[in-house]
């Protein structure tokens, strides 16, 4: 027995070193960013042109049954002091063993299935000083157990530690019709930033169909902005934190060239109790006009009953067209339209990339806005239009 | 003597009874090349590819591969690109069905998403080069309909010549033309007919290498487009067999942790 035991060591001990080599990936990106109409605040700016780092570093070891990964975001901006910024957004042990998978850190997790919003996908704050789509996330320390079994897979997450929003200053573009001062942040909870969060879920596939179901209890990353006054008098949003508890149900069919699609969540928090959806489907034209460009046309309908907060997405309906060009450059080209179908304001973007040469990527954006309507949340967006351009070299 | 020739068609009427129509034996010999290469039960192996355009211009990738044998059933592949770097990490997930559309499932590593997507058209180029996705899947038997057209020599061997229809729809060829080798199999030539049935592409494998003294495989894989000029090389190394791969390491979950 002892025997055994000191050869299971000693094998374990030899299994650990040498390393394999430390692999270490990343981009480097030059934005800039242009506003053609004239600012609706006093003192904002018309332009902008800032620089962003994001490093990865992995080291596996044990037959890669575990591995550290570390990613940074560094954001230089000479114009925004509040976008100058620097996260985590990974930094964690991953441990495998058998049909389970132990993950310990800083991480970011993805769930859902639509792609005009991402109503179950509530682990990680949204980074709201990046990207306007809701995709960028801030690194959120958790533990995160994962079992695959034939019934399919069962996550557990338990996150010590809240990542509060972080919003853009009061000069730059694409920012809320007041100051957002994070000094006077409130939390529902009398734990504070430190009250720790659980979250249950589970998906599986059978045949064309894929599932998920989500339970998440804790503390709400979306803040309830309310009107005040900070210390010197001046009129500001103040943050509040609630708790909540949320039900998600996400779900995907295959059936020929359509993808159906479904996302709903129950929502509880103390204001109110809330049902918000967002279904439609993805149809693909492969190969159009005897090219090798495939056409995906996308539809999406939102819903959202909250009364007291409405989201962005009330009642909704996005169209959009995504071109795969499938050449060398893989050059992409998705272009869509969020109207409101009560308030009938209009959202437009177009977003293309392109390759160059094996390690450029040239990135395109243009974002409008029309017929805002003043009760809509993006009325302090109205009049930031812009075209953006991004230049990244891979590494 | 119209009596003896009476007898000789009835002599001969058996026989011919016996004979394989030449449908019949592109068929065996399709299935005798299935079944040489059953029982690999896993393999991992590195790619190299190069794309090259009309002016001569080179652009490379490069993809690991990890493939599962399912008995009974196609193979579950996974494909993982470590470049050009601004894909590196992106991985593809396939378990093949045969005749049936094939789950597929696609991860992307900076949104850390799993993507379930429609594998139901095949004939579309892989990663902008000159091989579709129905040229690197998995080959079951019943995806073609077999014509053996002849046996000739083929360099230092004697092949079989096939002609195979895909029996799957959106299949972007009417018909290729396979040369396999009589001894073991090995695929060393296809012509690719495209959909107004005019020669299409090329492939030629070469550098073939024997492992766990009995599976074949190939050390480059050349697809020439006649019709456009460009060409795409895969350059497979590492081969490893039977590395102790099993279902969960096909699972759409552990496409999360792939590196």
Known sequence: MMKKAYLLLSLGLLATPPLAALDFSGNVAAEAQWFPRTAQFAGQFDDNLTLAFQPKLRQHWNERRDEITLELFLRADHRDDQRQHADIRELKWLHVSGDNEWRVGIDSVFWGVTESQHLVDVINQTDRLEGFDGEDKLGQPMLHFTTIQDWGVFHVFVMPGFREAEFRSPDARLRLPLPVDTSLTRYESSDGDEHIDVALRYTHFIGDLELGLSLFDGTNREPLLTPGLNGQGQPVLIPLYEQMTQFGLDMQVIVENWLWKLEFIHRDVNSEAFNALTAGFEYTFYGIFDTAVDLGTLVEYSHDDRKLNPGVFDNDVFAGMRFAFNDVQSSELLAGIIVDTDKQSQTVRVEASRRLGDSWKLTGEIQAFSNVDVADPLFAFSRDDFLLLELAYYF | ?259
């Not at chain 2, 107004?196 to 487009?225: C, F, I, T």
């Open chain 2, 1 to 259: 003597m119209p009596r003896t020739l009476l007898l000789i068609l009835l002599a001969l009427t058996p026989l011919t009874l016996v004979a394989q129509t030449p449908e019949e034996k592109g068929l065996d010999i399709a299935r005798a090349a299935d079944a040489y290469d059953a029982g690999f039960v896993d393999f991992t192996a590195n790619m190299v590819m190069t794309l090259t355009n009309r002016k001569g211009e080179t652009s490379t990738r490069q993809i690991r591969i990890r493939t599962l044998e399912v008995p009974g059933d196609g193979d579950k592949s996974m494909s993982i690109f470590d470049e050009p770097a601004d894909v590196k990490g992106t991985a593809m997930l396939t378990y093949s069905h045969g005749l049936e559309p094939d789950d597929q499932w696609l991860y992307l590593p900076a949104i850390k998403r799993v993507k379930r997507i429609s594998s139901r058209n095949k004939s579309g180029p892989f990663m902008g080069s000159e091989f579709a996705f129905e040229d690197i899947g998995s080959q079951e038997v019943e995806k073609y309909s077999y014509k053996w057209l002849r046996d000739e020599a083929c360099g230092e061997w004697q092949c079989h010549v096939l002609e195979r229809t895909p029996a799957y729809e959106f299949s972007g060829y009417t018909r290729q033309i396979v040369w396999l080798d009589t001894q073991a199999y090995r695929m060393l030539k296809v012509e690719f007919y495209d959909r107004k049935n005019e020669l299409l592409k090329v492939l030629e494998a070469s550098g073939y290498q024997q492992y766990l003294d009995h599976y074949w495989r190939p050390g480059v894989m050349q697809m020439d487009n006649k019709q456009n000029g460009k060409a795409t090389t895969l350059e497979w190394t590492d081969y490893q067999f039977k590395t102790g791969l099993s279902d969960r390491d096909f699972n759409p979950q552990s496409l999360k942790r792939l590196r």
